[in-house]
């Protein structure tokens, strides 16, 4: 065969690398045998020492060939530079024919691209986003890929840590799965090339901002630069307190967040287990690195308080727990009653005052185990109390207990006061008619009741009259009138002079006995003439003679007189 070597040609004329190209060319058989075309193409620039490809899965370094066959054949030409090519042309009766010539491959730049940084937007998922963000100590990785066109492209990768280090390394030979901090994976074809993903890795020493410089070298001499920013963070810690603990429920409380080292700024939010506490998010961070919130706790409960500090500059976000215990609010009940004590039928108020007063809750009042009537879960007044009035209490004494029914955070309490009953008091008055008396002359002694209080019964029972201390015959137990009050008595054999008169009033069971200031009764002596009869008016010298004196008690006064009769003579008594 005859190989016209001005038709071999290349469409496009002047390829570049990664393009696919055709190679097409024109041959004759002088017998006009079938040809069959074999294009071999030594598969590395003609100015390239030592080129390393992957064939196969397989790193092969120092130059290999490959063929295609066709008319025209198609090839991509995996990196830039001169290619030799040789065209060999057979005929069907094995004659062939050979020519060779020279491809000029323009070099495509490659581009360094790095993941997105990772922010409180955009979550860090894994192998989607750099973090910008690491703790002092941990690996800083970057990770990114370069754009470039051939699959076998010799990449030269140099990155600056921004703290004097620098790594270099390229993904050709030797074999070097982690170079210098530099992980290379097997390049993916995709639309606009192929894709070198790459991992990169360093551990700084001191927190800091650090601008990472990654720059990739091409085989031509060109590069491509991207940069991003790195933070160090110092690792911080951050305790909170509670001031008191354990406290009640409505008392304040103050929790205090402290974060070491002390930061340059920054804010602390209080949380209530997952809730955010009201006013305290958000809390600017004092120079000496606390923060505080001060609260009024009313749940009564074990609290799981957390400080979260915000982290800011290159201070590194941290947090801190602490139980907080709200315990009830023990109260206690003091009881008081007016009056106590107190008389039967007699209106007493008692009077439960809670100590701390508590926002709510009802008070009830009982008389031994019997509630008192009216008196059942009264509501406390805005100032602690509550009262309970009754008049229904019995005689004796009588245990009353008021009881504190609890509010919201508030306990329960109680309190006991002993009550005496007594029955309403008495006092009798005497008076006598008439005043003064004379001997004979019926006397009436009137007593008159009278009662501390007026009760719904009328007093009853009776009155005893007595006369210089002895009972009055017929007057011992004279009954009291219940609409007068009053009880009397006759008398009518006090003899002259001065009688102390007195009277007793007996009681029931609702009034008290009471004795009645003695009474003086004058008893004067009654008016009388004396009559003188004999029955011989006249008489001789020496001869007796009866004289009769007659003593009458004049009205109206009555009587028998007593006593002596002295007669006279003149002046001289007989």
Known sequence: PVIDPASISLFPANPVQGQEVELRAQATSPVGAELTYRWVIKDKPLDDVLHCTIVDGSLVCGGHTVTVTGNPAKYVFPTSGEFEIRLEVTDSEGRRATTDFKVNVTAVPAEVHLLTPCSDFLPCAPGFFNNVKVPLGTATVVKGWIQHAGPHDVLALTVDWGDGVSNVTTNTAPPCPQCNGIVFLSPTKMEDGYHTAFELSHTYG?????????????????????????????????????????????????????????????????????????????????????????????????????????????????????????????????????????????????????????????????????????????????????????????????????????????????????????????????????????????????????????????????????????????????????TALTATCTIAGLGAGEHSIGAAYSGDDVYAPSDAPALTQTVQQAASSTSLTTARPVVTAGESVTLTA?????????????????????????
């Open 206 to 482: 001191r927190p800091g901002h650090y601008t990472v410089t990654v720059t990739v070298e091409y085989p031509s001499g060109t590069t491509d630069t991207a940069t991003i920013t790195e933070t160090v963070l110092q690792p911080t810690t951050t305790s909170v307190t509670a001031d008191p603990n354990p406290s009640v429920a409505g008392q304040p409380v103050t929790y205090t967040a402290t974060v070491s080292p002390v930061p340059t700024g920054g804010t602390v939010t209080f949380r209530d287990g997952s809730a955010f506490i009201s006013g305290c998010m958000d809390v600017p961070l004092a120079g000496d690195g606390t923060a505080t919130c001060t609260v009024t706790p009313t749940t009564v409960a074990p609290h799981t308080i957390s400080a979260w500090y915000s982290g800011h500059d290159v201070y590194e976000a941290s947090s801190g727990t602490l139980i907080h215990t709200v315990n009830s609010v023990q109260t206690s009940l003091t009881l008081t009653a007016d009056p106590n004590p107190s008389m039967v039928e007699q209106e007493v108020t008692f009077t439960a005052a809670v100590s701390p007063v508590p926002t709510g809750g009802t008070v009830t009042f009982t008389d031994g185990n019997t509630i008192i009537p009216g008196c059942d879960a009264l509501a406390l007044a805005t100032d602690g109390t509550a009262t309970c009035t009754t008049a229904g209490l019995g005689l004796g004494e009588h245990s009353i207990t008021a009881s504190y029914s609890g509010h919201d955070f508030y306990d329960g309490s109680s309190g006991t006061v002993t009550q005496t009953v007594n029955k309403i008091a008495t006092s009798l008055g005497l008076a006598a008619q008439p005043s003064p008396s004379v001997w004979g002359q019926e006397v009436t002694v009137t007593a008159t009741l009278s009662a501390s209080m007026t009760g719904t019964t009328a007093p009853s029972g009776t009155v005893g009259f007595s006369a210089d201390g002895t009972a009055i015959p017929g007057c011992e137990s004279r009954p009291l009138d219940p």
């Open 550 to 574: 007659t003593v009458t008690v004049l009205p109206p006064w009555a009587g028998v007189p007593t006593g002596t009769v002295t007669f006279y003579a003149g002046a001289l008594p007989l």
